[in-house]
């Protein structure tokens, strides 16, 4: 192993901003206010989940998908409650997602340079279906985060700096070959230093090999696994009804304290539904980002609200190379077009009067909070539609028919949010049709890419996520800016390799600058996430909530039904 090892104590470097936010799922009317579910008779049919002896049980939601939805992924969203209480990595996060202890592992050791770790597991750890859990389950989950087409890009562009990583994502070799088993320890070898790793460790959870035999990891994410699957965490998984309901009981293959709930249940529900779902009884706690469903919950004596500072970002991006079977517009390739728009829209007002509270205008990545990394010496495009129409004058601007503006949150507020936009563009000669996405969001955005601007969320697990969007390894939206990836990629590479805070912050200057030059992504604002809890019905020991896409301690084990 390179360099000198050194045992480590189990804290993190404390991350350089806050991390994400989630959105909250919704409901319908097949849910009853007792927890108790009624599944359609066109899904997997059957009977309701087991009631415990007194028929009490914890509700959440859990947002649908799509058609077919079961129990989703932890790989990609992370911090959904039910995910975080059934599944566990190696380490687990303190609420402030800066603080780390032990999780699967009873210690571990990193070489000096960054290069090296070796990870011991604890002993007798099982899966919930009794079978031994392993370095080789360590192993198979980090090759097949690899490989899998549905995997959060934190732990992508952090495995695949391990030796052979790369390789083995591109599908060049069988394995990746510096990870190595033996015993109960796995051991890295890093090709590059990854300066968060423990951080990315923490959120990452370990799944089952034998849950997979013979699958193709490549499409893992739409398994029959997850109609059924096996965990790790102190709960069990009792039954998944598809697109209904999840139904969760203590695991007693589970080595740590045991949960004083007995019985979880999660109701699958549509975005859209959330408000008449939370008011209908059919959820005990919830987040939202959204201003509607904050102000109509909040009115309700017996719900206590939590607001939770995240990084999630609204932002517009531009389709710069076009749809596969079309040309991009070329207005849209224009740099000072982009900055036309930028100026054309009053982001502090639809700050104000469509998210107040909860939002904060943002121009780059680093949010004014961030006094220490941000970079205050770029033009930050206050509202000037007179310096909107000098640049498209300048540029010959004009169209034949309006470009196509598309979206994909459908709430009301978000909604507004598109049409006040619109307005916006419209008023400097900007001529924009506003339409919401037929399908799933990541296909219509990064393959179909029939569109020239959209507005996407991020929620970011920290700024290596949010600039990683740009670097060249970030395939999908390599779609839309084409080589500009590029101009990011040694400052980013340098940046993921560094833990040290003065030299991140200089890096994480200079990546903002390579924004101001480029504008392929440009932010509204930030959004902060404000989760509720039912105090009728649930004490939750006051626990201190989390960013809602990441997973934390929240010591739900100590919880109570009242």
């Known amino acids: 192993m390179g360099g000198e090892m050194k045992k480590k104590k189990l804290l993190a470097l404390a991350l350089s901003a806050i991390m994400l936010l989630a959105s909250c799922g919704g409901g319908n009317d097949k849910k009853a206010s007792d927890g108790e579910v009624k599944p ?30 079961n129990f989703d992924t932890p790989w990609w969203n992370r911090g959904d409650i039910y995910k975080v209480i059934t599944y566990r990595g190696l380490f687990k996060a303190d609420p402030t997602l800066s603080e780390f202890t032990p999780e699967l592992i009873s210690d571990y050791t990193e070489s000096e340079d960054g290069l090296s770790y070796e990870f011991t597991l604890k002993d007798g750890l099982k899966w919930s279906d009794g079978k031994d859990l392993t370095v080789n389950d360590v192993k198979f989950s980090i090759e097949g985060a690899l490989k899998g087409a549905y995997v959060n890009t934190i732990y992508t562009n952090a495995f ?66 997850w109609k059924n699957p096996i965990t790790n965490g102190m709960y069990k998984v009792d039954e998944v009804v598809t697109d209904s309901y999840i139904a ?54 017996n719900w206590e609200a939590q607001t939770v500072d995240t990084l999630f970002y609204y932002s517009l991006i531009f389709n710069e190379t076009g749809s596969d079977d079309g040309k991009a517009n070329e207005f849209i ?33 680093v949010p004014d909070s961030d006094s220490k990394n941000k970079n205050t010496d770029l033009e930050m495009y206050d509202y000037n539609p007179e310096k ?30 598109y049409n006040a936009i619109a307005q916006n563009l419209k ?72 833990s040290d805070p003065d030299k991140r912050s200089e890096l994480l200057k200079k990546m903002q600058k390579i924004e101001s030059e480029d504008l392929s992504k440009m932010n509204i604002f930030m959004l902060k996430n404000v989760v509720f809890t039912n105090t009728d019905k649930v004490d939750t020991k006051g626990a201190q909530f989390s960013n809602p896409w990441y997973a934390a301690d929240i010591g739900f084990e100590k919880w109570e039904l009242k």
């Open 40 to 69: 359609e008779t066109k899904t997997e049919e059957k009977e309701d989940a087991k009631t415990t002896d007194d028929g009490k049980s914890l509700t959440l939601l859990f947002n649908k998908q799509k058609e077919g939805t």
């Open 160 to 225: 695949s700096r391990i030796k052979g990583g790369q390789d083995y994502r591109d599908g060049k070799v069988d394995s990746v070959e510096g990870l190595t088993v033996e015993g109960n320890k796995i051991k890295f070898e890093m090709d590059k230093p990854v300066g968060n790793m423990i951080n990315v460790l923490a959120q990452f959870a370990i799944l089952p090999k034998h849950g997979f035999e013979g699958e193709d990891m490549t499409e893992y994410a739409n398994s029959d696994f």
């Open 248 to 301: 969760l009981s203590p695991n007693e293959n589970y080595e740590g304290e045991a949960p004083k709930i007995n019985k979880v249940v999660v109701n699958i529900v549509p975005s859209d539904a959330i408000l008449n779902a939370v008011l209908g009884n059919q959820a005990d706690v919830f987040n939202s980002k959204v201003p509607a469903e904050i102000a109509a919950v909040k009115e309700k004596d």
């Open 333 to 365: 390739k224009d740099y000072k077009f982009r900055q036309a728009v930028y100026y054309a829209i009053d982001r502090e007002n639809l700050s104000k009067n469509i998210f107040p509270e909860i939002s904060t205008k943002l121009t780059y990545g």
């Open 388 to 417: 909107a129409k000098e640049l498209l004058k300048e540029i010959g601007f004009k169209q034949d028919k309006p470009l196509q503006f598309k979206y994909y949150m459908g709430d009301q507020s978000s909604v507004d949010l």
């Open 427 to 498: 008023d400097v000669g900007i001529d924009v049709n506003v339409q919401k996405f037929a399908g799933d969001a990541g296909q219509e955005l990064f393959e179909i890419r029939n569109y020239d601007i959209a507005l996407k969320g991020l929620s970011a697990f920290g700024y290596e996520e949010y600039f990683g969007e740009y670097a060249s390894i970030n395939k999908n939206f390599q779609k839309l800016i084409g080589d500009v990836g590029k101009k990011y990629d040694d400052v980013y590479t340098e940046f993921l390799a560094e």
